[in-house]
């Protein structure tokens, strides 16, 4: 599954396959970006981060791409699961520890 | 590490009525950060402290609210009156001095105002 526009608020995809997040940033001068994961009655859980030198960041099932040029973030989860269900924020740290969060998308994996 | 702890993590007031919501830092943790979030505006930061000192309360809504960190692990954040509008989930996040591996949130405080 894929959301290939940005800001949709929801993405649904079937449990096994590839999910892609996607997410715009507003200031060029942000340093440092994160993705968190929420599950419901939860507080934000960090995934994966990536600075702005780097263009790839892997974890463990989780890739963090960035592409400064057209200021554009995106969260690859392999082989999605249902625990995987959740709102997933993009945050870019603006200035020296600032984190400015985006709305969400609602990610629902299918059985 | 038992991470960042909130409380209460419900709570239900009258408008007018004070409240007050609490949180333990991460030992070892020197920023904290007090957020709010709703539905309307998703993830607000209201307050950042490094060092127990607070360096930007640009976001608090109001002087209805104050923040405070009496020492190193601790920090309370006050509503004084509540209004129905303070009806949200509230955050705090706490950071090491490096700022590696993000912030680490709390569970939250589910605050309404009735």
């Known amino acids: 599954g894929e959301n290939v526009g940005l800001h949709l608020p929801t993405l649904s995809v079937q449990e096994g396959d590839n999910s892609i997040i996607n997410c715009a940033y507003s200031?060029?001068?942000?340093?440092?970006f994160i993705w968190y994961k929420q599950e419901s009655g939860k507080g934000p859980q960090f995934i994966i981060d990536?600075?702005?030198?780097?263009d790839k960041r892997q974890g463990q099932r989780v890739t963090v791409l960035l592409n400064k040029t057209v200021k554009h973030l995106s969260l690859q989860i392999a082989a999605t699961q249902p625990g995987d269900s959740a709102v997933y924020f993009c945050?870019?740290?603006?200035?020296?520890?600032?984190?400015?969060f985006g709305a969400g998308t609602t990610v629902t994996v299918r059985a | 590490d038992a991470g960042v702890i909130q409380s209460p993590r419900h709570e239900v007031t009258e408008m007018g009525q004070e409240v007050t919501l609490r949180c333990k830092l991460i030992?070892?943790?020197?920023?904290l950060f007090w957020y709010r979030q709703t539905m309307m505006r998703g993830l607000e930061l209201l307050i950042y402290f490094n060092n127990n000192v607070p360096i930007d309360d640009s976001g608090m809504p109001e002087d209805r609210f104050s923040a405070k960190m009496p020492n190193a692990s601790f920090s309370t954040l006050k509503i004084q009156p509540s209004e129905p509008r303070d009806s949200a989930v509230y955050f705090c996040?706490?950071?090491?001095?490096?700022?590696?591996?993000?912030?680490?949130f709390g569970s939250g405080t589910r605050l309404t105002v009735v």
């Open positions: 030992s070892g943790h020197n920023s």
């Open positions: 990536i600075r702005s030198n780097m």
């Open positions: 945050a870019e740290r603006v200035g020296d520890y600032k984190l400015s």
């Open positions: 996040a706490s950071s090491s001095p490096t700022g590696s591996s993000g912030y680490t």
């Open positions: 200031n060029s001068a942000s340093d440092y």
